[in-house]
């Protein structure tokens, strides 16, 4: 299953953040820290890393501090998940196929030359990337109470009806 790493998580807690401070204000990495409990070192280098994605612009001085630079509803997860933690596959072979017009090595698969399944796990892996890239990072700063995820919906069912 998908699991988040650290400064993904609280890079999505930062961006939350700057997108409820409203257009034109700001949060220093002390600010955003402090809200969450972040350690505040961690919070900093991954508000660079968002800065070095593009993701959110930095202003030095008494009102300095971080400003979203891109629209949240513009950034999907897949797109975020490949910025803060690389390419996201299900196993090697699917890496492989993401490197084939890359100059970066693929991790070699010591069953490559024998496997049956891989067709399918490419598929399986182009299927959940296709997923992560229907989810917007602005409906991780929407209201939190509210159930922003639908179940997929089962015969019979219409999608209205599988929203808890």
């Known amino acids: ?37 972040l350690p505040f070192d961690i919070t ?9 994605a593009g993701l959110i612009a930095s202003a030095q001085g008494s009102r300095g501090g971080y400003k979203l ?17 690389g390419p996201q596959t299900v196993v090697a072979c699917a890496e492989r196929e993401n490197h084939e017009h890359s100059t970066e090595a693929a991790s070699p698969c010591e069953y ?3 496997c049956q ?11 959940l990337k296709s997923v992560l890239a229907t989810v917007k990072l602005s409906e991780f700063a929407a209201d939190s109470s509210a159930n922003h995820f639908s179940r997929p919906a089962t015969a019979g069912q219409s999608s209205a009806e599988v929203r808890a």
């Open 117 to 127: 399944i891989s067709g399918v796990l490419r598929v399986l892996n182009t299927r």
């Open 69 to 85: 630079q891109r629209q949240l509803q513009d950034v999907n997860l897949a797109e975020f998940l490949d910025l803060m933690e």
């Open 44 to 52: 900093a280098k991954t508000l660079q890393r968002l800065k070095e």
């Open 112 to 114: 490559s030359d024998r």
């Open 1 to 37: 299953m998908l699991r988040l790493n650290r400064t993904t998580e609280y890079g999505i807690f930062a961006l939350r953040h700057l997108d409820q401070k409203g257009s034109g204000e700001s949060a220093s990495a002390r600010e955003i820290a402090d809200q969450f409990g």
